[in-house]
């Protein structure tokens, strides 16, 4: 019997999948055919609803699950259907959007790195993406300037400064994944999709990012949840079955 008072939200990239990957057919198919007998479903990502789509096996998959919230909850699913929408260029305003971008291309055009590509600018309903290396990067170039990005601090360094530049402006900034990080207006972490979450009592929140500056952070640290750290696809499985024997 499904109990209805509680829900599993879950993370994408390095939590139901390795970044960028597709999710695993075995971790799937527990997720509906086993989970969601037990209890309510959902999935909470950075990344718009084409990317989250394409990692979960497509739009056919997503109705599966109770919830989808896409940029945190920015355009939110329930049932496959869109139910509720978010633009971060209605709440900030064109002029300081453009003010911000403008100035994220110039502070990029003087890194120095080993790489650069394609698209390193990507603005959603919710979110503007910022990728120094830039996001047409291949799997292979993504995996090494995660390692240099650690070493150097490109992706920290980079916030920092934003921080300082764009104080009178209410943003957070957090960094997900291997090659980026999102800004979006305060208050819009992943928590903004519990508000259409009310009717549980028990919301167990499943991510990778769950450290200061992770995009799993405020949701993972929030009293409305019982939030679970995990390592990756194998390690959330692992913890699943622990949790729903």
């Not at 497509?58 to 139910?83: H, P, Q, R």
């Not at 995009?215 to 390592?231: A, K, L, P």
Request: glycine fraction near 8%; charged fraction near 30%; hydrophobic fraction near 35%.
């Amino acid at each position: 019997m499904v109990d209805k008072s509680t829900i599993c939200l879950f993370d994408v990239d390095g939590t139901l999948t390795k970044p960028r990957k597709v999710i695993d057919k075995d971790l799937l198919e527990f997720l509906l055919q086993n989970l969601k007998k037990r209890c309510d479903i959902g999935i909470v990502g950075g990344s718009d609803l084409s990317k989250i789509s394409e990692q979960l096996g497509g739009k056919e998959v997503l109705k599966e699950f109770n919830y989808v919230f896409a940029e945190n909850g920015l355009v939110a699913l329930k049932d496959g259907e869109i139910f509720a929408t978010q633009s971060i260029q209605n709440y900030i305003g064109e002029k300081d959007i453009q003010k911000f971008i403008n100035y994220c291309l110039r502070y990029m055009s003087e890194i120095e790195l080993p790489l650069k590509r394609g698209t390193f600018i990507e603005f959603r309903s919710g979110l503007i993406n910022v990728c120094p290396i830039g996001r047409s990067c291949s799997q292979a170039e993504r995996e090494d300037f995660e390692i240099y990005d650690k070493k150097h601090k490109i992706r920290e360094t980079f916030v920092k400064d934003l921080k300082e530049k764009f104080s009178e402006i209410p943003l957070e900034f957090t960094i997900g994944g291997q090659i980026s990080f999102d800004v979006y207006p305060k208050g819009w972490d992943k928590r903004f999709c519990l508000q259409f979450l009310k009717d549980y009592k028990h919301i167990h929140f499943f991510g990778d990012k769950t450290s200061e500056g992770g995009n799993d952070y405020e949701i993972f640290r929030c009293d409305q949840t019982y939030g679970h750290s995990v390592t990756g696809p194998e390690d959330t499985f692992s913890q699943l079955n622990a949790l729903f024997p």
